[in-house]
């Protein structure tokens, strides 16, 4: 698990990516998929920020490395990644940010900032579970979720 409570704040922001590339590893193996240079690569660039990224900005810069990048390169890299629970896609901005709970199934809850655009996954079991009871009463089986919910983080709101 990342190590900031609130990754809107200043921190050693190179911790969170050992850790969140680390965490990966470890899932991988367990899970004995491979993590491939190509997608270990895409993970790292999509955990530069605590914001999302867009497809077309991780190809960008993918190919500053690997020239013959190319756009299935990515989406391929991206559908692994997600598969396996190592990132999430937010649907409202079309772009992806780096799980911050792997290895438990869990649906996305994120506090996205309006204003600096960072993103902040919650994992509230409570309203995943409210949100499970009152489907299954209607006789609806949850695939998928992603909670998205729009604000200003803890360091927009002092300025
Ligand atoms: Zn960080
Ligand atoms: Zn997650
Ligand atoms: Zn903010």
Redesign the pocket.
């Known amino acids: 698990m990342p190590l900031t409570d609130s990754p809107?704040k200043p921190h050693d922001h190179s911790l969170c990516i050992e850790d969140a590339l680390g965490q990966a590893r470890l899932i991988c193996e367990q899970r004995n998929v491979r993590l491939t240079a190509i997608r270990e690569q895409v993970l790292g660039l999509i955990w530069q920020s605590h914001k999302p990224i867009g497809a077309y900005d991780l190809l960008e810069q993918l190919a500053k490395t690997h020239h013959a990048a190319k756009p299935p390169t990515i989406y391929r890299a991206l559908e692994f990644l997600q598969d396996n629970g190592l990132i999430h896609k937010i649907e409202s901005q079309n772009a992806f940010l780096g799980c911050a709970h792997v290895g438990g199934h869990h649906h996305g809850q994120f506090l996205i900032?309006?204003?600096?655009?960072?993103a902040q996954e919650i994992d509230e079991k409570i309203v995943s579970s409210a949100l499970e009871n009152a489907s299954q009463a209607h006789g609806f089986r949850i695939q998928s979720f992603v909670i998205e919910i729009k604000g200003?983080?803890?360091?927009?709101?002092d300025?």
């Open positions: 809107a900032c309006t204003i600096c655009g960072t200003l983080c803890a360091t927009c709101q300025l």
